[in-house]
């Protein structure tokens, strides 16, 4: 199987890398400069046509979104265990936090990084970010609660959900001061062996 990764730090595109890294599979990486004009290209575009990443190249056919690779990845390579089988009980609530994190926990995060960091200061809603944080908490609350007395979010068994949630987790680690056991969720992701490979660069 032939897979390319088109890819930046700093993105969602460290979503399917990682999970790429924890499968320990061969992969080409492409690196995209977004500010210097790469993905806005005629032949990207062909492949993305928002000009944006994550991309994921298998034989030929085109993925955009960073939950769909990680969801196609682990039950394709099933027997690496990133996912539970369907007929698995943990699957149930394995598909929550793969929902959960693009549905719920993302958005708020990103509107507060949104109107506090990317957008010019003109651009900005006053109000707009400490009301997203507050919507963001509340979802950080519900990650805190599940998480407690368990490994991961499926208890003693990392799987593609961990980096789905973790992962975004990372957006903003300041929002974690006061949920000791998200510090400590996060930090355990970070030790992983693939997550330091996918992000030495």
Not at 17 to 34: A, G, P, V
Not at 150 to 173: C, N, Q
Request: hydrophobic letters at 40%; glycine letters at 6%; proline letters at 7%.
């Amino acid at each position: 199987m032939h897979i390319t990764l088109h890819y930046s730090p700093g993105t969602r595109a460290i979503r399917p890398r990682w999970l790429l890294e924890e499968l320990d599979i061969s992969y080409d990486l492409k690196r995209m400069d977004l500010n210097g004009g790469a993905c806005n290209k005629p032949e990207y575009k062909a492949i993305h046509p928002l000009g944006q990443v994550p991309a994921l190249e298998i034989n030929g056919q085109i993925q955009l979104e960073s939950g769909a690779m990680l969801h196609w990845l682990a039950d394709h390579y099933i027997a690496s265990e990133l996912a539970p089988t369907v007929g698995d009980p943990t699957r149930i609530n394995y598909e929550q936090w793969m929902f959960f994190t693009p549905g719920t926990l993302e958005p708020p995060a990103f509107y507060v990084i949104l109107h506090s960091k990317i957008l010019p200061k003109a651009q900005r809603i006053e109000d707009f970010a400490p009301w997203a944080m507050q919507r963001y908490l509340q979802s950080v609350e519900v990650v805190d609660h599940a998480l407690d007395g368990k490994t991961y979010l499926l208890g003693e068994r990392f799987t593609a959900a961990d980096i789905m949630v973790g992962s975004t987790l990372m957006w903003l680690p300041d929002a974690l001061l006061d949920f000791p056991c998200l510090q400590e969720y996060v930090n355990r992701l970070k030790e992983r062996k693939a997550f330091i490979r996918a992000t030495k660069d």
